[in-house]
């Protein structure tokens, strides 16, 4: 063949109308399994190449998808979450894979970040990680809602809409965390985290633990609950204010591994060793947690699966499909904090 191949070669090629061939290179569900084997076997053999622009005109579809990180407290200057760092190769190759291209933005929280995107067509669809206090930002997810934005979103139930959301059990999580402190024989359980509706996934982490704890007949103690956002400093600061009001705990739950690192560097500092003294388990299983002294038990997010989810829900949406994974099954990990 001289020249560029076509979508009309394909289709001579292949047996089948040029309109086929366009939906088959989509993945359109309305052609089948076998057809769309079929063309894509042709394309391939002809070095076939879609012309995006043309497409995107065609379609009114830019074949890009915005991930906007939004700003969180750190102890550095990157103000991104590591957890959401992990994220981020896992939504990269969904993207490439789907042959979308993944315009990445870091927003403030003051950011009209709706506007920028949807409403400019930059992006076909919006993918948000991370977004502060859950109660400050209902008023912009009602207006995405409102303006028919495609978004999805990792955490949080948005709107009661569990196809809008990718998100870990953390009801199930808090539970794996209890079950493993109650079958240590640790029993005397502090509480590092936000168990308010500000931040409904510590909330759920807390609820289920609260219940495993209440299912053996263990009540906790409200005093030995100290207030924290997800950092290490919180960590370290709710902690040492356990320490200072004489609070005595020989376990402690932190609702994510960056509140825990923090509250294993309290307890170092007023010599209360880890794990002899005191259990320590985390949530979330972020990079570090396992090269803290000693290495962090903890309940693991599976950041891979969470980004390969975010990715084809929100695509269902774009196309009018049918969502129906939505939460991830979490893992305890067990390691030297807690044993």
């Not at 076998?34 to 391939?44: N, P």
């Not at 168990?195 to 704890?213: I, L, M, N, T, V």
Request: glycine share 6%; hydrophobic share 40%.
């Amino acid at each position: 063949m001289k020249g560029k191949a076509t979508s009309f070669d394909i289709a001579h090629y292949a047996g089948v109308s040029q309109s086929t061939v366009s939906r088959a290179l989509r993945n359109s569900p309305l052609v089948n399994e076998e057809t769309r084997r079929r063309v894509h076997e042709v394309a391939k053999q002809l070095n076939y190449k879609v012309d995006k622009n043309a497409s995107n005109l065609r379609t009114q579809q830019s074949s890009t998808l915005a991930l906007l990180l939004f700003e969180d407290p750190t102890s550095d200057e990157s103000q991104i979450n590591p957890f959401f760092l992990a994220m981020l190769g896992s939504i990269t190759r969904a993207c490439a894979k789907e042959g979308y291209d993944l315009l990445v933005s870091f927003q403030s929280s003051s950011s009209d970040w709706q506007a920028d995107y949807e409403d400019s067509h930059r992006a076909d669809g919006l993918i948000l990680l991370g977004y502060g206090d859950y109660l400050d930002y209902q008023p912009k997810f009602k207006t995405l809602i409102d303006q028919h934005t495609k978004f999805v979103c990792w955490g949080a139930s948005v709107d009661n809409r569990p196809d809008l959301t990718v998100s870990c059990d953390n009801y199930g999580g808090g539970k794996l965390a209890a079950e493993h402190l109650l079958a240590t024989g640790r029993t005397d359980c502090a509480f590092i985290g936000d168990a308010s509706d500000h931040s409904p996934e510590f909330f759920a982490r807390y609820q289920g633990f609260k219940d495993a704890f209440l299912a053996k007949g263990v009540a906790l103690n409200e005093r030995k609950m100290a207030n924290a956002i997800s950092t290490e400093e919180s960590g370290y600061h709710a902690t040492r204010s356990l320490i200072a009001n004489n609070i005595r705990f020989n376990s402690l739950f932190a609702a994510s591994d960056l509140i825990a690192i923090g509250a294993i560097r309290a307890l170092k500092e007023a010599k209360i060793k880890v794990p002899d003294d005191v259990h320590v388990v985390g949530f979330d299983n972020i990079a570090v947690a396992s090269f803290v002294n000693p290495p962090l038990t903890t309940v693991q997010q599976d950041t891979t699966l969470a980004g390969q989810m975010l990715v084809d829900n929100l695509l269902k949406l774009i196309r009018g499909e049918d969502v129906k994974n939505t939460l991830l099954p979490p893992r305890l990990i067990i390691r030297g904090s807690s044993v």
